[in-house]
């Protein structure tokens, strides 16, 4: 049974007072799957990211609490603003032990910046505003450039390792799915997937690309009333419902042997191949429809920023600037993809407005009599004028 209850919602979150059943997991994005609207969702995430923050805010959480710093000042991470300027409260740096002092499913309250169980103070933070936050990024944009020195310089080593075996041949699985000289639309559960997906109906109605979605992308696609042909991944983030909607799947798996998240597909007794290949699963994702052929890729939710890398906990992007070399110009954000689609006028539609307008003024020549009068004298002070002209030769 949910119990929720907001007993003051003013200016100053630190006199807000929220009680509701708690939701307990380091791993913000499985909490998010199952922490229902009104429960307060009890994380343990540094630097709390904009995905994350935007799946809590969906699931309607009541108040979220932070073990760690949800802001640790190395860069300007986006989520806790966007958790605040959603309403909700972030009580933040409580400390390790509140993951093992409230379990799932107990009744706590926050209030006066602590977490309370049974009149018991369990836990104790700060309870961040926007104004604080915004102090915070302010400091964190100033402390970004060591960041991006140390990204900078992870980015180039990786790239001396990996650059032969992103550029060398690849076996591709024997897909049953047709991609060569179609468009394909890679999905990722990352930044504005949603919005994207909203802005590409038209397009994906039109050109009815090769959906390929990677891990949890797979569930966005399902929310938009779409299946995907092809799920790629290490399926750890992948609901039972999108690895059964029946797309065929594609365990990724890194040239060195390792291969995260193969006993989630073996547990789960479904069919898969397997695809090897260095990088991401998103870098994968579209490795594998540029060498089935396909004739242009649009990428949805994508990592394509320093910070976008460091909101997923990476400490460089080689393996995706050099895909992105790799592909080239087959490769587009699906951004621009709607930016350029809305404007576009098709000669279909173009027909079938003039057919509509020549329909509209045949009906209203039939109902007018005043109008059919008129045309009627014109026609006969036609038929006048052609007689003498006519007489006259």
């Known amino acids: 049974m949910k119990v929720f209850k907001r007993l003051a919602r003013s200016r100053h979150p630190s006199s807000s007072q929220v009680l ?74 409580v400390g390790p032990e509140v993951m093992q002092l409230v379990h799932e499913g107990e009744i706590v309250e926050i209030r006066d910046g602590a977490v309370w169980h049974d009149g018991d103070k369990v836990a104790a933070g700060e309870m961040l505003t926007g104004d604080e936050i915004e102090r915070r990024m302010d400091d964190a944009k100033e402390n970004v450039g060591g960041e991006l020195r140390d990204f900078a310089r992870n980015t180039l080593q990786y790239i001396d390792k990996e650059a032969e075996q992103t550029f060398g041949p690849l076996t591709l699985p024997k897909l049953q799915t047709p991609i060569r000289g179609r468009h394909a639309l890679v999905v990722v559960r990352g930044l504005d997937y949603k919005s994207d997906l909203r802005l590409l109906r038209a397009y994906i109605r039109e050109y009815k690309p090769v959906l390929i979605a990677v891990d949890g992308g797979a569930d966005a696609l399902l929310e938009s009333g779409r ?21 065929e799947l594609v365990h990724h798996v890194h040239p060195d042997g390792r291969d995260p998240g193969r006993d989630h597909l073996v547990e789960a007794g479904v069919e898969y191949q397997t695809f090897v290949a260095e990088g991401t699963s998103e870098d994968a994702a579209m490795l594998l429809a540029y060498e089935a052929g396909a004739e242009l890729i649009v990428a949805v939710g994508t990592h394509a920023t320093m910070v976008e890398f460091l ?36 000669r279909r539609d173009l027909l079938l407005l003039v057919a509509s307008a020549a329909a509209a003024m045949v009906v209203m ?28 030769f």
């Open 20 to 93: 509701g059943v708690a939701r307990v997991d380091a791993r913000t994005k499985n909490l998010a799957k199952r922490v229902g609207r009104g429960e307060i969702a009890i994380i343990d995430h540094q630097d709390i990211d904009r995905v994350a923050a935007d799946s809590l805010v969906a699931a309607g959480v009541a108040a979220v609490v932070n073990a760690s710093p949800s802001i640790s000042g190395r860069y300007p991470n986006g989520g806790p603003a966007r958790l605040v300027a959603a309403g909700v409260p972030l009580l933040d740096a």
């Open 227 to 247: 299946a995907p042909d092809i799920i790629i991944g290490d399926f750890d983030s992948l609901s039972s419902k999108a690895m059964r909607c029946g797309a």
């Open 311 to 346: 909101d997923k906990g990476r400490r460089g992007m080689a393996s995706t600037f050099l895909t992105r070399l790799r592909l080239g110009p087959v490769l587009v954000d699906a951004k621009g993809v709607s930016r350029l689609y809305r404007g576009r006028v098709r």
């Open 365 to 392: 020549v039939s109902a007018s009599h005043s109008l059919q009068v008129f045309l009627d004298g014109f026609s006969l002070i036609w038929d006048r004028a052609w007689s003498h002209l006519t007489g006259w």
